[in-house]
């Protein structure tokens, strides 16, 4: 199974200041049709996790513009240029290039100052 | 828009089947575009893939391997839902248990999730 590895593992940001997250892969998520696919998901409390960025850099219809996600290989990263409360929650980065056995990261716990 | 709903017992005694169901609304469940999925969430294990049934001219399973001796995906065409099964429960089996589809790679619609809690 390819290890999906998140850090850091909490953080606290001040509203209106940015945040990142990075994701690590134990191998390349490159699939040989030119896709990679490396997405975000964010688990608010009490709710299952919900899509935000798929194929490492585009936006799910809805998501604001402020999420934004890169990479290539086994590297990439979810930034929020301007933390605002309702971005409180736990990110995700899950791979599904290896399609029979996808994972997850370990999560990511965002809150507020 | 889809939505998946699921039923099932919150409580099953170890050794036994833990038997979950997802009914599916705005999509069915035979669409060969598409998988659905089953994940379970747990503070030990965190967000953990299980399995998937996908129709592509013919049923497909997809198991995970930590689970692949002892889980069964089915779907059910005349009711537009499917279920898991998992065998042989132990307490380390104790998990939110998540339906979801998988489109285009992307999990994009989720059940609400079910608490099933292995103990006697």
């Known amino acids: 199974d390819i290890v999906m590895t998140q850090t850091p593992l909490s953080l606290s940001v001040t509203p209106g200041q940015p945040a990142s997250i990075s994701c690590k892969s134990s191998?390349?998520?490159?699939?040989?049709?030119?896709?990679?696919?490396m997405s975000w998901y964010l688990q608010k409390p009490g709710q299952p996790p919900q899509l935000l960025i798929y194929e490492v850099s585009n936006r799910l219809s809805g998501v604001p513009a402020r999420f934004s996600g890169s990479g290539s290989g086994t590297d990439f990263t979810l930034s929020i240029s301007r933390v605002e409360a309702e971005d409180v929650g736990v990110y995700y980065c899950k791979q599904s290039t290896q399609f029979a056995s996808i994972t997850f990261g370990q999560g990511t716990r965002l809150e507020i100052k | 828009q889809v939505q998946l709903q699921q039923s099932g017992p919150g409580l099953v005694q170890p050794s036994q089947t833990l038997s979950l169901t997802c009914a599916i609304s705005g999509d069915t469940v035979s669409n060969n575009g598409v998988a659905w999925d089953w994940i379970r969430q747990s503070p030990s294990r965190g967000l953990e893939w299980l399995g998937r049934?996908?129709?592509?001219?013919?049923?497909?399973?997809d198991y995970a391997v930590s689970v692949k001796s002892r889980i069964n995906i089915n779907p059910d065409t005349s009711k537009n839902q499917f279920s898991l099964q998992l065998n042989s429960v132990t307490p380390e089996d104790t998990a939110v248990y998540y339906c979801?589809?998988?489109?285009?790679?992307?999990?994009?619609?989720w059940g609400q999730g079910t608490l099933v809690t292995v103990s006697s």
């Open positions: 191998q390349s998520l490159l699939y040989s049709d030119g896709k990679t696919y």
């Open positions: 979801a589809r998988m489109s285009s790679r992307r999990l994009g619609s």
């Open positions: 049934t996908y129709y592509r001219s013919k049923w497909y399973n």
